[in-house]
T-cell receptor, first 114, second 111 residues
Framework: ETGVTQTPRHLVMGMTNKKSLKCEQH?????MYWYKQSAKKPLELMFV???????ENNSVPSRFSPECPNSSHLFLHLHTLQPEDSALYLC?????????????FGEGSRLTVL | DAKTTQPTSMDCAEGRAANLPCNHS???????VYWYRQIHSQGPQYIIH???NNETNEMASLIITEDRKSSTLILPHATLRDTAVYYC????????????FGAGTQVVVTP
C-alpha cells in the first residue's frame, strides 16, 4: 500500500474510444503528477498540479487532458489516442513547497491502444 | 537540474553489499541527490536523499564525496527483492517534485 492508488491497473482501448485514468492519494499531499513510461524509455513528466492548479504541461498532446478536482484526486482523460501512446502511466504525489520533495508513486495504469 | 551519469547495469551476489555509483559533476550548491528504484512494472520507490553529509536509513546508505561531484548508494545486504532499476537524480529540494529520470542502473541480485 503506497498511499497512492491508481485505477484501472490495465486498460485496452481503441483509437476512437474515450477513457479516463484515475489517481487518488491518501497522504495529505498538495502536489500531484502524471508521468509516462514507454517501453525501454525513461519516465517522462507529463503534468504537475499544485493545490489543484496545473503548473506544468510538458508539451503533452491535447488528446491527453488532465483534471484535478481537489488535492486528493487526479484524472487523465484520454481520447483519440494513437498506438504509440501505449505505455505505463504513473501518478505521484508530494508535499510540495519546502517539503522533502519525496515523491510517492502509484502502481501505474498499463494502457494499450489498439 | 544537474545531469547524472550511472552505469547501465550491474550484478550483485545475494547477501553482499551493492555499491551503486553516480556522477553529477555539474551539481549546484542547492541541489540534493535523490535515489529511487523501480521494480519491474511497478511505480518508482523513494530510497534516500542527501545534500552534503552521508545519510543512512533502513533501506540504504548514501555516501556523497566532499566535492559533491559523485555519490554512491549502498545496499548493505542485497536480497533478490532488490533487483530493480536504480535512479540517481539531482534537484533543488522543494521544487515541486519535478523529478527528471534518466535511464538508471539495472541491478540484478543473483543467488
Amino acid at each position: 500500500e503506497t498511499g497512492v492508488t491508481q485505477t484501472p491497473r490495465h486498460l485496452v482501448m481503441g483509437m476512437t474510444n474515450k477513457k479516463s485514468l484515475k489517481c487518488e492519494q491518501h497522504l495529505g499531499h498538495n502536489a500531484m503528477y502524471w508521468y509516462k513510461q514507454s517501453a525501454k524509455k525513461p519516465l517522462e513528466l507529463m503534468f504537475v498540479y499544485n493545490f489543484k492548479e496545473q503548473t506544468e504541461n510538458n508539451s503533452v498532446p491535447s488528446r491527453f487532458s488532465p483534471e484535478c478536482p481537489n488535492s486528493s484526486h487526479l484524472f487523465l482523460h484520454l481520447h483519440t489516442l494513437q498506438p504509440e501512446d501505449s505505455a505505463l502511466y504513473l501518478c505521484a504525489s508530494s508535499q510540495g513547497g519546502q517539503g522533502t520533495g519525496e515523491l510517492f508513486f502509484g502502481e501505474g495504469s498499463r494502457l494499450t491502444v489498439l | 537540474d544537474a545531469k547524472t551519469t550511472q552505469p547501465t547495469s550491474m550484478d550483485c551476489a545475494e547477501g553482499r553489499a551493492a555499491n551503486l555509483p553516480c556522477n553529477h559533476s555539474t551539481i549546484s550548491g542547492n541541489e540534493y541527490v535523490y535515489w529511487y528504484r523501480q521494480i519491474h512494472s511497478q511505480g518508482p520507490q523513494y530510497i534516500i536523499h542527501g545534500l552534503k553529509n552521508n545519510e543512512t536509513n533502513e533501506m540504504a546508505s548514501l555516501i556523497i564525496t566532499e566535492d559533491r561531484k559523485s555519490s554512491t548508494l549502498i545496499l548493505p545486504h542485497a536480497t533478490l527483492r532488490d533487483t530493480a532499476v536504480y535512479y540517481c537524480i539531482v534537484r533543488v529540494q522543494g521544487s515541486w517534485g519535478k523529478l527528471q529520470f534518466g535511464a538508471g542502473t539495472q541491478v540484478v541480485v543473483t543467488p
